[in-house]
């Protein structure tokens, strides 16, 4: 089929050895823009790995356009160079769930060889790794490290000594925090905002002081509850939006922030 008019391949792809330099092999997900808008994040598998195939983190980087050959019918150039950002043969096997620091880092969740998961960061520059974490691992909830707005600490969910899950943070040099000591534990993917983190807990939509650590309800318990995909913070930090099944269909709702 034919492309449509102004849309262009971000990312250029090369199926056939020798592979080109800045090209990807597979297919990515999760595109996440940098907050200036001009690199995009993104999740990758390897296709032509096929079943061995792990997954990993990279990012398109503008500047430098790429050619490809047509020495397979699904190879295609890109406006933008790819770069894979971690290996996932050694201490990493596997990246995923990777957010933002800024314009120039990203921190994602690597799979350890033993299985449990901790919080790398690496730097665009040079592709500097760093292991942030050194824990029995990170909740098994699927959820995305999230930044403050100063990127001074680094968000993410991980079992307290009772086994309920709570937010913790890390400074990017490792320091670690625990930020939240509720009774229940924290249920959903969350966001970073000037009012404090956004998340759902005991079948509520939650915000927490990023500071002090307390958690007070934004709406009343749900039966059923909020889904655990996530809870959006609006840009101005006024309003939440989530997601609640209603008569079996997913509904998005909005909560003030007061």
Same mark, same amino acid.
């Given at each position: 089929?034919?492309?449509?008019?102004?849309? $262009?391949? %971000?990312?250029?792809?090369?199926?056939?050895? #020798?592979? /080109?330099?800045?090209?990807?092999?597979? =297919? *990515? @997900?999760?595109?996440?823009?940098?907050?200036?808008?001009?690199?995009?994040?993104?999740?990758?598998?390897?296709?032509?790995?096929?079943?061995?195939?792990?997954?990993?983190?990279? $990012?398109? %980087?503008?500047?430098?356009?790429?050619?490809? #050959?047509? /020495?397979?019918?699904?190879?295609?150039? =890109? *406006? @933008?160079?790819?770069?894979?950002?971690?290996?996932?043969?050694?201490?990493?096997?596997?990246?995923?769930?990777?957010?933002?620091?800024?314009?120039?880092?990203?921190?994602?969740?690597?799979? %350890?060889?033993?299985?449990?998961?901790?919080?790398?960061?690496?730097?665009?520059?040079?592709?500097?790794?760093?292991?942030?974490?050194?824990?029995?691992?990170?909740?098994?909830?699927?959820?995305?490290?999230?930044?403050?707005?100063?990127?001074?600490?680094?968000?993410?969910?991980?079992?307290?000594?009772?086994?309920?899950?709570?937010?913790?943070?890390?400074?990017?040099?490792?320091?670690?925090?625990?930020?939240?000591?509720?009774?229940?534990?924290?249920?959903?993917?969350?966001?970073?905002?000037?009012?404090?983190?956004?998340?759902?807990?005991?079948?509520?939509?939650?915000?927490?002081?990023?500071?002090?650590?307390?958690?007070?309800?934004?709406?009343?318990?749900?039966?059923?509850?909020?889904?655990?995909?996530?809870?959006?913070?609006?840009?101005?930090?006024?309003?939440?939006?989530?997601?609640?099944?209603?008569?079996?269909?997913?509904?998005?709702?909005?909560?003030?922030?007061?």
């Amino acid at each position: 089929s034919r492309p449509e008019a102004g849309v $262009v391949n %971000l990312e250029a792809r090369d199926l056939v050895p #020798p592979f /080109t330099r800045g090209a990807l092999r597979g =297919g *990515t @997900h999760l595109h996440t823009f940098a907050p200036n808008g001009r690199a995009v994040l993104f999740t990758y598998d390897d296709e032509v790995d096929g079943p061995n195939s792990r997954r990993t983190v990279g $990012v398109c %980087l503008p500047g430098e356009a790429v050619t490809v #050959p047509r /020495t397979h019918p699904r190879n295609h150039d =890109g *406006t @933008h160079y790819a770069l894979l950002l971690a290996r996932t043969d050694g201490e990493i096997v596997r990246a995923s769930e990777e957010s933002w620091l800024g314009d120039r880092a990203v921190v994602f969740q690597g799979q %350890l060889p033993e299985g449990h998961r901790e919080l790398f960061l690496v730097f665009l520059l040079d592709t500097t790794l760093r292991r942030l974490t050194y824990t029995r691992g990170l909740s098994s909830l699927r959820h995305w490290p999230r930044p403050s707005p100063d990127l001074s600490r680094i968000a993410f969910l991980m079992e307290d000594d009772f086994g309920l899950t709570q937010l913790w943070t890390v400074t990017p040099r490792g320091k670690m925090r625990q930020l939240t000591r509720n009774v229940a534990s924290i249920s959903s993917a969350f966001t970073w905002g000037a009012p404090g983190i956004a998340h759902v807990l005991d079948w509520s939509v939650c915000i927490t002081d990023a500071d002090t650590g307390e958690t007070r309800r934004l709406t009343q318990p749900s039966d059923p509850p909020p889904r655990p995909e996530a809870c959006v913070l609006s840009p101005d930090g006024r309003s939440v939006a989530f997601v609640r099944p209603v008569d079996g269909f997913n509904q998005v709702f909005v909560v003030d922030v007061v």
